[in-house]
């Protein structure tokens, strides 16, 4: 079945420490994003990728860096930069034509 | 039971009533919408979308409704089920010269409570 995956579901980091969350999707999707999503309230977004090689900053992107080497993988790092990382990460794929997102499970992250 | 997502962010209905989740939007350059249902602790499914040239899209217990005179998107649930209690997000797209790259632009979500 295509999907996409995002693992651990769980995540902890102590502070100084950088972590990071991966995104792997089977759905040959040329677009994916990183969202942030605090306790009620919505999506944030933090970084997307529309191509291989190529990503651009959303609304929030200080303390998080990203990388598009492949299709299919879109690995978020949250650095030691974030100091307030814990919340609940979402990725998101979309094929190019269509508006529609298709979301992961999540990671939930937290600093302990 | 009826609710606007950002000053009444909880909505709680009977099993078997009917819901009505709204949202405004600010932005007439917007000419895609869609509603997701978030469950606890899983990422958002999509359950409906609209485009600005329609004014009504129907699916399976699910309605949407687009309003662009007042910029208002509603949701409405037939027959609601414990099943549907979760967090919906209604979301927008801009047409790519009023910036964005496709991006969506969420809303802040409704909460949906269905009492047995």
């Known amino acids: 079945d295509g999907g996409i995956t995002q693992s651990p579901k769980y995540l902890f980091r102590k502070e100084g420490q950088n972590v990071t969350l991966s995104c792997e999707q089977n759905?040959?999707?040329?677009?994916m994003y990183w969202y942030r999503q605090d306790p009620g309230q919505g999506l944030r977004l933090i970084y997307y990728s529309q191509i291989v090689n190529d990503f651009q900053k959303g609304d929030i992107a200080e303390g998080y860096s990203v990388s598009r080497e492949k299709k299919e993988s879109f690995p978020l790092t949250v650095t030691s930069a974030q100091k307030n990382p814990t919340a609940f990460y979402l990725c998101?794929?979309?094929?190019?034509?269509?508006?529609?997102?298709?979301f992961g499970s999540g990671t939930r992250l937290t600093v302990v | 039971g009826e609710s606007v997502g950002l000053h009444l962010p909880t909505l709680s209905v009977q099993e078997g009533d009917n819901s009505i989740i709204n949202c405004a939007y600010s932005?007439?350059?917007?000419?895609?919408f869609i509603w997701y249902k978030q469950e606890s602790g899983k990422g958002p499914q999509f359950i409906i979308d609209?485009?600005?040239n329609m004014d009504k899209r129907q699916g399976q217990r699910v309605t949407v409704l687009l309003n662009k005179t007042v910029k208002h998107l509603s949701l409405q649930i037939a027959a609601t089920q414990p099943g549907d209690s979760a967090v919906y997000f209604c979301a927008e797209k801009r047409k790519p010269n009023a910036g964005n790259n496709r991006k969506l632009i969420w809303g802040l979500g409704t909460s949906l409570a269905v009492n047995p």
């Open positions: 759905l040959n999707h040329d677009a």
């Open positions: 998101a794929s979309r094929s190019t034509g269509s508006y529609g997102y298709t």
């Open positions: 932005n007439s350059a917007s000419d895609y």
């Open positions: 609209i485009r600005s």
